[in-house]
């Protein structure tokens, strides 16, 4: 069983910063893609961003400019830097680390609850 261990979260007010951080054995990160989901009640799980073990990033289109991920390769860690959030933000963020080439592998943080107050 792969343990990822996340950190932070919590509950915020508008328009203020929260930072998370997920770290995933060394074995299994060193190739795979790190990255954060977040699912708010009724609805589905839903990419934040992702980023690859070479620094390249994606982000929704929703947190551009707003997030920032980043990763460090010698901790096995990745981060999500929250600023500016929005009560639409309030979700539970789930970290991920995925392998797409063979062999492939996904494996899921806990999650942890990010809430955004107006």
């Known amino acids: 069983q792969v343990q990822l261990l996340e950190s932070g979260g919590g509950l915020v007010q508008a328009g203020e910063s929260l930072s998370l951080s997920c770290t995933a054995p060394g074995s299994v990160a060193s190739s795979a893609i790190m990255g954060w989901y977040r699912q708010a009640p009724g609805m589905q799980r839903e990419l934040v961003a992702t980023?690859?073990?070479?620094?390249?990033?994606r982000y929704a289109d929703s947190v551009e400019g707003r997030f920032t991920i980043s990763r460090d390769n010698r901790k096995s860690t990745v981060y999500l830097q929250m600023d500016a959030l929005r009560r639409e933000d309030t979700a539970v963020y789930y970290c991920n680390v995925k392998r797409v080439m063979t062999p492939t592998y996904s494996y899921w943080g806990q999650g942890t609850q990010v809430t955004v107050s107006s």
């Open positions: 980023i690859t073990s070479g620094g390249n990033r």
